[in-house]
């Protein structure tokens, strides 16, 4: 089994990840550190919801900074017990819940129960573009009620296909890119985008 990188700070620091085989793309280090930095202070206490979430290394380390809870959405058995082996590595299963599910029938069917959200991860492949914009306009309808006012939520894509900059009642506020691959960052609006 290949690494997912490590822990980069909190209760969890340093402690080594998996990765569910050599179909995922786990957030490098680096990006991580990046990504952190920009979301720790909304961290305390936060409900995170990581969609895709492959390895579970975006949730865990919100985990690890102080979240108060994380769902982690992953359709993929061997990933799913992947991201519960880390979660058990880290000491952090206690707040962590796995849902093996595909991510627009949660969204459509599951998430109203467990959110709302202040953070939110969204890395779905990278080629398939149309899920991303879905995944994206089921977080921003209004009437879901999936994320709080003040929410975050961050798209991880390849730099070429960037997301739509505005949808419903989220907005892009910043873009960090890393190589090939970038981050985008949405803030909550009070009027949906036209």
Known sequence: MSEAGRVIA????GLRLRAPGEGTRPLADRVKQTLFAIL???LADARVLDLFAGSGAGGIEALSRGAAAAVFVERDAGAARTIADNLASTHLAERGRIVRSDVPAYLRDRAGEDGPFDLVLVDPPYV???LMDA???ALADAGAGLIR???WVVAKHFWRTPPVQAIGLLASVRTRRFGETTLTFYRPTEEPAR
């Open 40 to 42: 720790e202070p909304d």
């Open 10 to 13: 909190g209760s969890a620091r």
């Open 149 to 151: 006012s003040g929410a």
């Open 128 to 130: 398939d573009t149309a």
């Open 135 to 137: 995944t994206l306009a």
